[in-house]
Nanobody, 118 residues
Framework: QVQLVESGGGLVQPGGSLRLSCAAS????????MGWYRQAPGKQRELVAT???????DYADSVKGRFTISRDNAKNTVYLQMTNLKPEDTAVYYC????????????WGKGTLVTVSS
C-alpha cells in the first residue's frame, strides 16, 4: 500500500513563501507522475503542478512563475516551492502519485492546509 504524507503547510502572509513536502513510502521512481492538487472551501479539487519521472512538468496557469515542483527520487519526496503567495492560494494541498496511462491508479495523501492571510 502506498502512503503519501504531506507537510509544510501553515499560515503565511500575502507575498510570502512556503515549501510543501510529500514523503512517499517506497520508491517514487516507479510512479509515472507525481503532483500537487488543491481544494479550496466550496470548490472542486484542481491541479496545481505535476512532474513525470521523465522530468516533464505541468502547472496551473494561476501558479505559473510562482510555484515550482521538484522530485528527489533518492529521498522518495516531492516538493512544491510556493512564492508570492496570494489569498486565493488558500486551500488544502494534496499530494498525488499516478501510476501511468495503462494502470491509471491514483494515490492521495491526506492533505496539508495552506492559509494565506494578513
Amino acid at each position: 500500500q502506498v502512503q503519501l504524507v504531506e507537510s509544510g503547510g501553515g499560515l503565511v502572509q500575502p507575498g510570502g513563501s512556503l515549501r510543501l513536502s510529500c514523503a512517499a513510502s517506497g520508491s517514487i521512481f516507479r510512479f509515472y507522475a507525481m503532483g500537487w492538487y488543491r481544494q479550496a472551501p466550496g470548490k472542486q479539487r484542481e491541479l496545481v503542478a505535476t512532474k513525470t519521472s521523465g522530468g516533464s512538468t505541468d502547472y496551473a496557469d494561476s501558479v505559473k512563475g510562482r510555484f515550482t515542483i521538484s522530485r528527489d527520487n533518492a529521498k522518495n519526496t516531492v516538493y512544491l516551492q510556493m512564492t508570492n503567495l496570494k489569498p486565493e492560494d488558500t486551500a488544502v494541498y494534496y499530494c498525488n502519485a499516478h501510476t501511468g496511462p495503462v494502470s491509471g491508479i491514483d494515490y492521495w495523501g491526506k492533505g496539508t492546509l495552506v492559509t494565506v492571510s494578513s
